[in-house]
């Protein structure tokens, strides 16, 4: 089985340092971020490695649980610095984040990284299943509302006031709060300990996967699932 996974980078890193990437070096753009990578060469770590907050963490013990089920898995981090970037992708310490922006600069921001093309690039890639873990600052980033056709069957784990954010084409898993509890999650990580279960259960298919996941029945609703 294929899977590919979208989501989002965390301010928490396993690497900080006072002279880290900030938003004034990536506006400055490519060369110069290329130029300050150099310098902090000793801190660079693959973008798997370098996040270190509780959703990227829980993701990936999910991650590694279905890989050696046999699952091929594709991560892509949606990143306010960097864009979109693969799993294996060096990148520098930074601080940059799409949680303190305005739609107007949002928008701005996520057109001058080619944000809205990497995404798409992502969800054409022939999968099994795509997951999206996304907060709702990174999918405003993303536009996912003007996507019309996808050619994998995708989830995305939303809250209720993300809805909106998505086109009819895409499944949603909508996350309570009572759900905090059954998974003993806080909101701000939630998503990553829920992609984690329903990837412990992959070798059952995506849709069991999902099921399991949570013990109950799925539920249609806005051309997906809907909990």
Not at 93 to 102: A, I, L
Not at 153 to 174: D, E, I, N, Y
Request: aromatic content about 6%.
């Amino acid at each position: 089985m294929k899977i590919s996974i979208i989501t989002s980078c965390t301010g928490f890193k396993t690497v900080s340092v006072p002279n880290q990437l900030t938003q004034e070096d990536f506006a400055k753009g490519e060369s110069h971020v290329r130029s300050r990578e150099a310098e902090l060469a000793e801190c660079m770590r693959p973008a798997g490695m370098l996040y270190a907050g509780e959703q990227h963490v829980r993701l990936m013990r999910g991650v590694q649980s279905a890989r050696e089920q046999g699952a091929k898995v594709s991560i892509s981090i949606l990143s306010a610095g960097y864009g979109v970037v693969e799993e294996g992708q060096l990148i520098a310490p930074y601080e940059m984040t799409f949680n303190t922006m305005k739609k107007k600069e949002s928008h701005a921001w996520a057109t001058m990284l080619g944000i809205q093309e990497s995404v798409l690039e992502v969800l054409d890639a022939p999968s099994d299943m795509t997951l999206i873990l996304l907060g709702d600052r990174y999918l405003q980033a993303c536009e996912f509302d003007s996507v019309t056709q996808l050619h994998s069957p995708t989830w995305a784990l939303c809250g209720k006031g993300s809805v909106k954010r998505f086109s009819p084409a895409f499944q949603l898993v909508l996350l309570e709060q009572s759900h905090t509890g059954q998974f003993g999650a806080a909101m701000t990580n939630l998503k990553g300990s829920i992609a984690a279960r329903i990837l412990e259960n992959v070798r059952l298919g995506p849709a069991e996967a999902i099921r399991q996941a949570f013990v109950q029945p799925l539920a249609p609703a806005h051309a997906g699932l809907l909990f």
